[in-house]
């Protein structure tokens, strides 16, 4: 799936205990929107990610 920026992305928890990460992709770094995408998680956490088959984008509907 090809990512933009302004899209949402869910991590979702991998364990019982383990809550899902939501955030929005601020950049995607990859060729033809794939990983490593920077992603900003609601709780103001940012990072640069890779995500496994563990994730849900959902498109931000103001790009398309």
Do not use: C, N, W
């Not at 799936?1 to 928890?13: K, L, N, S, Y």
């Not at 709780?43 to 563990?54: A, K, L, N, R, V």
Request: hydrophobic letters at 30%; glycine letters at 12%; a negative charge.
């Amino acid at each position: 799936m090809e990512a933009q920026p302004g899209d949402r992305i869910i991590i979702r928890g991998t364990t019982v205990d383990s809550a899902d990460k939501h955030g929005r992709i601020t950049e995607v770094r990859g060729d033809s929107g794939h990983p490593p995408f920077a992603v900003k998680y609601d709780d103001g956490h940012e990072t640069i990610i890779y995500p496994g088959g563990d994730f849900v984008l959902e498109k931000d509907s103001a790009v398309q």
